[in-house]
């Protein structure tokens, strides 16, 4: 996998364990561990037509991938969403499906 | 007149209600505990501080022991001074949130009324309990009278929460005889103990603090490249600096309090003793007893009690089989199936005999199991073991000595 520029505190600058911390802990920042999208094998595709810009797949996305905001479709960030298909599930208008990556 | 805060004042009290106390003074922010025999006193008495306004604490009830240590990850983590007390299965049942505690290196204080596990039932002093989740990062410290569970809680923050150590800390006790008898405690003047013990800073522990203002992430992922081995040394070196901390913290405690507390571990009679018995808990205390009587048959006998097995005394232990001694007896209040004595004490006790400079022989015990009564009777008549073996090499060959341990008190028939 590649690495992201965001790595957590912790992997950088430490060259013995006298430097280190008492525990590690780092700085929440967007894509932490890495581009998970690359571990998805289904993506969710949004049909806007369908979409009633409810937001419920907002605020079930385990990952905080789905970008929301009042009135408007959403958008999904295939960079970081791991393809859990969570969103697919809670839609009460059937507006996502889970399509194989290749197609 | 002195006032409430001046006045040192001596209470008849169990040695729950002193695991209470210690609490109350300690000023702790927050309790979270499920009661279970035999340390439910412990929480009753704290419930009833906080009910009474007497300890400004927040007292979370929870469904488990599990959820108790995980509260109380997320009020140490805080900064606020955390507390639990609790006992056998329930600890058994804390095991997996006690790592999270030692690993996010928390200074929380827990206090444990030993009993034996089941099945079969039994709610009686045993330190199976404590044994069984010894090497979990936690500091573990025995009291073996009712004023050391007290005065020991006060010492125990001091230490953990050095910031040098930030490791959380075990006081155990025996269930039953030493948690529901009543003896006269000593609570000192509280403005004496907070002068000893001040409130914590308030921005949290230097490594952590969960403030929303300033979000961060704990318990992440560490990839095997990365410091999870390192951070885990990092234990190890804070168990082994924390030896200095807690003598220092006790000569201190003494000073300030008149207390004539030892350091790791407590000898009586051992500078020119021939045979020495090595224990822990109130059974170590009560061998003293024996240990007069075999001096005034003119035996030089010695007793030397642990007071703490995490951190190891080693140091103290070689000291020991460096000096006089020349036979030894080692005895656990608990059980470890399978290992080379059938009690983890001894055979770590035991595995220091290699690193001493001369040779020592060495006889396991266990004793007192599940409560069975310990009197100074058959103390002695360990150290009359150990004198056969000082002066005619003979081991015990009886059938309460099976696969090399005496097992004290194993019933065999007439
Ligand atoms: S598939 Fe999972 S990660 Fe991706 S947008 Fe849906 S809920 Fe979020
Ligand atoms: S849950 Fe379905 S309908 Fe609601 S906003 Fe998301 S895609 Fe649209």
Redesign the pocket.
Known sequence: MEKSNNQPAISTGYSSWRELPHIPVSIPCKGSIGETGKWRTFR?VLDAEACIKCGI?YL????G??LYQDDAVPE?DYTY????????TVCPKKA?EMVQEQQ | MKTEQEKEQTIIMSGNYAAAWGAKCSKVKVVSAYPITPQTTVVEKLSEFVDNKELDANYIRVESEHSVMAALVGSSMTGARSFSATSGQGLLYMTEMLHWVSSSRLPIVTTIASRGIAPPWNIWADYTDILSIRDCGWIIQFASTHQEIFDSILMAYKIAENSEINLPYFIVYGGFIQSHTSKPVRIPPQKLIDDFLPQPPKDGWGHINLDPDKPITHGNLVMPEQEYLDFRFLMQDAMIKSKETIKKTINGFNTKFGRNYNGLVEEYCCEDADVVVIAYGALAEQNKIAVDQMRAKGCKAGSLKLRYIRPFPTEELLELFNGKVEVIGVVDRGTAFGNPTGGPISTEVMSLLFRAKRKVKALPCIWGIGGRNVTVDDQVGLYEKLLRIKNKNEYPTDETCQHGTVWMGLKIGV
């Open positions: 969710p797949c079930y996305c385990p990952d991938v789905i999904i969403c791991k393809g859990c298909g969570i969103c697919v996502l």
